[in-house]
């Protein structure tokens, strides 16, 4: 991809690939992503080495979401199962949300395997927090508050997890243009219009599907833009660098689809070094 | 393959509608195209062409061989697309076959013309070496290795590109030789003929997603279709030739104004791959 | 030690002219059957190469983004694409064997254009031994008892085949599996080597390996110092056994080297990019 080619002027931070860990550590603690061969320690992935007291792992960036509980993600569900939804979060293997949970059953008076797809549908995209882990190592998800359930009007972003950091809050609703942004921590990102984030409980109207106005619609792909073109170069994503590629985009006056092209990206990268280090 | 929810598919179709997609083009604009020629050395031409997440490559090979004996004085060419797992694990095992045979007749429908080989966007003419005798076999083929949206524009694009890539050798054949025998053929090694392309069409598709057609589908939108129509116009506006996939009916009305605004379309994306193709090769010949 | 690497082979040297040179002479059209000079008395090969000298090596991540991982990676003329999906939830349940490992699959394909003459149908036997071949090197490799409950899917795509393509291949899943953060014991690496005019020769071309001789490939887990694939079809002396063998693994473990270099090198890209 042309894109990787650009080179950032930034300070020199340590790597290191498949190195031995030398200090003797008093009681070495294994962290992931290392192993112990013949009393040394040896890398099992590729990535950066993080070294907390006396814990030595080694950070992969490009990966599958690593769960952790209580955090939000936003997913898509790829079965309705007998007693159980069945979502797809890009991460190792496919997770669930209960029907029997307390919060499914709790504002409905039964809930029972024939309606279930009037809260969850096939293809619905959903946000959640993560529960726990079952024992064979899939994931429950919870749909807790308001703010969790069926997204709407609005559209998907996949970007690599790494590139979204934990840090609450993920919701965030942008006032001034009436838009909801949810940053998933499996890397899964809701552009969408503000309000639409259905609380499954309530009655499913479906015929309520008006028409997005274009000013909302040209704000959300811009916004969508804007996250591709920072997925692109690998830029981390919180809010504030979101919104301001997403300004930089306005001020500059760029059509939308041209965002995606190389002079924008070069825009955004001189931008953020800039930002970084300015 | 790509699962979109209702509010999601409603989402999509309003955009279309504004003329707004997803990532915020219009109707009728295609995503940014690259071009890179001579990719596989040991073929005689071949190319690559990425048009957004879509990623093919054609490779074209020449071979001697004998015209049919329906068609003496002209050779002959087939297309064969293969889509790697590479793209989508459902393309495992004989999980792309399907698609692959699909896109392989659309193309031959678009580029050969009909079973005479009149009207051929690639002359087949010009590859007869002795009349009845000998002839060249041209193989086109064609490997997806990434997929997003609108397969068939891009192994059009690449194989077009491809042939403007190929230089077929020169063939000196001997001229007195008797009917039923073979003549002696030498093939040179040092001079070669690039492939005439001025002929070659290229194919556009239009996807028509609600009451509004598209041109260059991702695999988000091609989802979403009722129908597509795939047309392929050569650079005199000639329409070589025609598909339609997709349940849906469609009114005759609604293909004529399809094919007119194909034709339109498809000046915008010829004069793009041209140019593309000829930096490629500019960029080959400086390597 | 010398350098292994050859800097002055250019990789888009078309070897069809070499090819037809060689089948000529072998014998295809009816000349006299003279032994092949694979080796000229100054030591150089056809392609201008010393015994001890690799092609030159092509490595670069990150060229399917769809996929989880993937990688391009060329030996000369022969390149090869590796995708990795996974690990993901197991796609058919009658494939599971065992629970609390794992799942590796991997699917070899070559393009019709890859080789010289084209190729025929996708199923064929080679085809079928290849990807049996390297499923198991990269299973042995890949840390499965980390990953209960999943599956790992390893695609490779041939799109230039000229000599050491199982190598490659095992080389680029190497790569793909790294960019796709899937932990793994070592970094399984692959090199092959023969024996031609009386001269063990390291990385055959396919002009090379069509000469009769004997081809052996090895794979190795450098770090760990273990060997993970052999394989050599004709017959060899113990001695030139060993003598062969040696070459190989040390072109093993120059392309370790570089395979290590090239993820350094795109880790410390993405974490820049990152930042805090």
């Given at each position: 991809?042309?894109?990787?080619?650009?080179?950032?002027?930034?300070?020199?931070?340590?790597?290191?690939?498949?190195?031995?860990?030398?200090?003797?550590?008093?009681?070495?603690?294994?962290?992931?992503?290392?192993?112990?061969?013949?009393?040394?320690?040896?890398?099992?992935?590729?990535?950066?080495?993080?070294?907390?007291?006396?814990?030595?792992?080694?950070?992969?960036?490009?990966?599958?979401?690593?769960?952790?509980?209580?955090?939000?993600?936003?997913?898509?569900?790829?079965?309705?199962?007998?007693?159980?939804?069945?979502?797809?979060?890009?991460?190792?293997?496919?997770?669930?949300?209960?029907?029997?949970?307390?919060?499914?059953?709790?504002?409905?008076?039964?809930?029972?395997?024939?309606?279930?797809?009037?809260?969850?549908?096939?293809?619905?995209v959903?946000?959640?927090?993560?529960?726990?882990?079952?024992?064979?190592?899939?994931?429950?998800?919870?749909?807790?508050?308001?703010?969790?359930?069926?997204l709407d009007k609005g559209q998907l972003l996949k970007?690599?997890?790494?590139?979204?950091?934990?840090?609450?809050?993920?919701?965030?609703?942008?006032?001034?243009?009436?838009i909801?942004?949810?940053?998933?921590?499996?890397?899964f990102i809701w552009v969408g219009e503000?309000?639409?984030?259905?609380?499954?409980?309530?009655?499913?109207?479906?015929?309520?599907?008006?028409?997005t106005?274009?000013?909302?619609r040209?704000?959300i792909c811009?916004i969508g833009n804007?996250i591709q073109?920072?997925?692109?170069?690998?830029?981390?994503?919180?809010?504030?660098?979101?919104?301001?590629?997403?300004?930089?985009?306005?001020?500059?006056?760029?059509?939308?689809?041209?965002?995606?092209?190389?002079?924008?990206?070069?825009?955004?990268?001189?931008?953020?070094?800039?930002?970084?280090?300015? | 393959?790509?699962?979109l929810s209702?509010s999601e598919?409603?989402f999509v179709?309003g955009g279309?509608?504004?003329?707004?997609r997803t990532d915020?083009?219009?109707?009728?604009?295609?995503?940014?195209?690259?071009?890179?020629?001579?990719?596989?050395?040991?073929?005689?031409?071949?190319?690559?062409?990425?048009?957004?997440?879509?990623?093919?490559?054609?490779?074209?090979?020449?071979?001697?061989?004998?015209?049919?004996?329906?068609?003496?004085?002209?050779?002959?060419?087939?297309?064969?697309?293969?889509?790697?797992?590479?793209?989508?694990?459902?393309?495992?095992?004989?999980?792309?076959?399907?698609?692959?045979?699909?896109?392989?007749?659309?193309?031959?429908?678009?580029?050969?013309?009909?079973?005479?080989?009149?009207?051929?966007?690639?002359?087949?003419?010009?590859?007869?070496?002795?009349?009845?005798?000998?002839?060249?076999?041209?193989?086109?083929?064609?490997?997806?290795?990434?997929?997003?949206?609108?397969?068939?524009?891009?192994?059009?694009?690449?194989?077009?590109?491809?042939?403007?890539?190929?230089?077929?050798?020169?063939?000196?054949?001997?001229?007195?030789?008797?009917?039923?025998?073979?003549?002696?053929?030498?093939?040179?090694?040092?001079?070669?003929?690039?492939?005439?392309?001025?002929?070659?069409?290229?194919?556009?598709?239009?996807?028509?997603?609600?009451?509004?057609?598209?041109?260059?589908?991702?695999?988000e939108?091609?989802?979403?279709?009722?129908?597509?129509?795939?047309?392929?116009?050569?650079?005199?506006?000639?329409?070589?030739?025609?598909?339609?996939?997709?349940?849906?009916?469609?009114?005759?009305?609604?293909?004529?104004?399809?094919?007119?605004?194909?034709?339109?379309?498809?000046?915008?994306?010829?004069?793009?791959?041209?140019?593309?193709?000829?930096?490629?090769?500019?960029?080959?010949?400086?390597? | 030690?010398?350098?292994?690497?050859?800097?002055?082979?250019?990789?888009?040297?078309?070897?069809?002219?070499?090819?037809?040179?060689?089948?000529?002479?072998?014998?295809?059209?009816?000349?006299?059957?003279?032994?092949?000079?694979?080796?000229?008395?100054?030591?150089?090969?056809?392609?201008?190469?010393?015994?001890?000298?690799?092609?030159?090596?092509?490595?670069?991540?990150?060229?399917?983004?769809?996929?989880?991982?993937?990688?391009?990676?060329?030996?000369?003329?022969?390149?090869?694409?590796?995708?990795?999906?996974?690990?993901?939830?197991?796609?058919?349940?009658?494939?599971?064997?065992?629970?609390?490992?794992?799942?590796?699959?991997?699917?070899?394909?070559?393009?019709?254009?890859?080789?010289?003459?084209?190729?025929?149908?996708?199923?064929?036997?080679?085809?079928?031994?290849?990807?049996?071949?390297?499923?198991?090197?990269?299973?042995?490799?890949?840390?499965?008892?980390?990953?209960?409950?999943?599956?790992?899917?390893?695609?490779?795509?041939?799109?230039?085949?000229?000599?050491?393509?199982?190598?490659?291949?095992?080389?680029?899943?190497?790569?793909?599996?790294?960019?796709?953060?899937?932990?793994?014991?070592?970094?399984?690496?692959?090199?092959?080597?023969?024996?031609?005019?009386?001269?063990?020769?390291?990385?055959?071309?396919?002009?090379?390996?069509?000469?009769?001789?004997?081809?052996?490939?090895?794979?190795?887990?450098?770090?760990?110092?273990?060997?993970?694939?052999?394989?050599?079809?004709?017959?060899?002396?113990?001695?030139?056994?060993?003598?062969?063998?040696?070459?190989?693994?040390?072109?093993?473990?120059?392309?370790?080297?570089?395979?290590?270099?090239?993820?350094?090198?795109?880790?410390?890209?993405?974490?820049?990019?990152?930042?805090?």
């Amino acid at each position: 991809m042309v894109m990787r080619k650009l080179e950032l002027p930034l300070s020199q931070t340590q790597k290191v690939r498949f190195q031995t860990a030398i200090e003797r550590l008093q009681s070495p603690a294994e962290g992931h992503g290392t192993s112990e061969v013949d009393d040394e320690l040896l890398a099992t992935v590729c990535g950066v080495v993080v070294r907390v007291d006396k814990l030595v792992y080694v950070r992969t960036l490009r990966a599958r979401y690593k769960p952790q509980v209580g955090d939000i993600v936003v997913g898509r569900v790829i079965e309705v199962a007998q007693t159980r939804w069945r979502v797809d979060l890009n991460f190792t293997q496919d997770s669930f949300i209960n029907m029997h949970d307390d919060n499914v059953q709790k504002r409905r008076t039964s809930v029972d395997e024939l309606n279930m797809r009037n809260i969850f549908a096939e293809d619905d995209v959903v946000c959640a927090e993560v529960g726990e882990f079952h024992k064979d190592g899939s994931l429950i998800l919870r749909v807790r508050s308001q703010k969790h359930g069926k997204l709407d009007k609005g559209q998907l972003l996949k970007v690599d997890p790494y590139l979204v950091k934990r840090i609450k809050p993920q919701f965030h609703y942008i006032e001034s243009l009436g838009i909801d942004l949810i940053l998933g921590c499996n890397g899964f990102i809701w552009v969408g219009e503000h309000g639409h984030v259905r609380d499954p409980m309530t009655k499913n109207t479906r015929k309520e599907q008006s028409h997005t106005p274009l000013e909302t619609r040209q704000t959300i792909c811009r916004i969508g833009n804007a996250i591709q073109v920072l997925s692109n170069l690998g830029f981390t994503m919180t809010l504030e660098v979101i919104m301001e590629t997403f300004k930089l985009s306005n001020t500059r006056n760029i059509d939308i689809h041209d965002m995606l092209g190389s002079e924008f990206h070069v825009l955004v990268t001189e931008n953020e070094a800039e930002r970084r280090h300015g | 393959m790509v699962g979109l929810s209702i509010s999601e598919q409603h989402f999509v179709k309003g955009g279309i509608a504004q003329d707004l997609r997803t990532d915020g083009r219009k109707r009728l604009t295609y995503r940014p195209i690259y071009v890179e020629t001579g990719v596989i050395p040991q073929a005689n031409g071949s190319a690559r062409v990425r048009i957004g997440g879509t990623d093919v490559i054609a490779s074209v090979k020449a071979e001697i061989g004998r015209p049919s004996s329906l068609q003496p004085d002209k050779g002959k060419v087939a297309v064969f697309i293969d889509c790697s797992p590479t793209a989508e694990p459902t393309f495992g095992g004989r999980g792309g076959e399907e698609l692959s045979s699909e896109l392989a007749l659309a193309l031959q429908r678009c580029l050969l013309g009909g079973k005479s080989g009149a009207g051929a966007g690639i002359n087949l003419s010009l590859l007869v070496i002795k009349e009845g005798k000998v002839c060249w076999d041209l193989y086109i083929d064609g490997l997806v290795i990434s997929s997003d949206g609108n397969l068939l524009d891009a192994l059009g694009a690449a194989i077009k590109a491809a042939l403007a890539n190929t230089a077929i050798p020169k063939v000196n054949v001997s001229t007195e030789v008797a009917d039923n025998e073979q003549p002696e053929i030498d093939i040179s090694d040092e001079e070669y003929q690039q492939f005439d392309t001025s002929g070659v069409p290229v194919i556009v598709t239009l996807t028509k997603v609600g009451t509004h057609y598209i041109a260059d589908a991702t695999a988000e939108e091609e989802s979403q279709m009722s129908s597509a129509v795939s047309i392929s116009v050569n650079r005199s506006g000639h329409i070589c030739g025609l598909t339609k996939r997709g349940g849906s009916g469609l009114d005759p009305s609604v293909i004529l104004d399809m094919i007119s605004v194909a034709k339109h379309v498809s000046e915008t994306l010829m004069n793009k791959l041209d140019s593309e193709i000829s930096a490629a090769e500019a960029c080959e010949d400086e390597s | 030690m010398q350098r292994i690497y050859s800097q002055n082979v250019p990789p888009s040297t078309p070897s069809i002219n070499l090819r037809r040179i060689a089948a000529a002479i072998i014998g295809k059209e009816s000349c006299e059957v003279t032994t092949m000079e694979y080796v000229n008395p100054e030591g150089l090969r056809l392609d201008g190469r010393r015994f001890n000298e690799m092609r030159q090596i092509v490595a670069e991540v990150g060229v399917v983004s769809k996929a989880d991982g993937s990688a391009v990676f060329e030996m000369g003329n022969t390149k090869v694409i590796a995708a990795v999906y996974g690990p993901r939830e197991i796609q058919n349940k009658s494939h599971q064997q065992k629970n609390d490992h794992a799942l590796v699959l991997c699917e070899y394909s070559m393009a019709h254009f890859s080789t010289g003459d084209r190729r025929r149908q996708k199923n064929d036997r080679r085809s079928t031994e290849l990807s049996l071949v390297i499923r198991q090197t990269m299973e042995a490799c890949i840390l499965t008892e980390l990953l209960p409950h999943s599956q790992i899917d390893i695609f490779l795509q041939v799109l230039q085949a000229d000599g050491g393509t199982r190598s490659a291949c095992i080389n680029a899943a190497t790569l793909a599996l790294a960019d796709a953060g899937i932990p793994m014991r070592d970094l399984a690496v692959s090199c092959s080597a023969g024996y031609l005019n009386s001269t063990p020769l390291l990385d055959l071309n396919y002009v090379e390996d069509s000469a009769g001789g004997a081809d052996v490939t090895v794979g190795i887990l450098p770090k760990l110092d273990k060997v993970t694939l052999l394989q050599m079809d004709a017959k060899l002396p113990m001695e030139t056994f060993e003598t062969v063998f040696a070459l190989a693994s040390e072109g093993c473990r120059a392309i370790a080297e570089r395979i290590r270099e090239v993820l350094q090198e795109n880790t410390k890209q993405l974490e820049y990019r990152r930042a805090a």
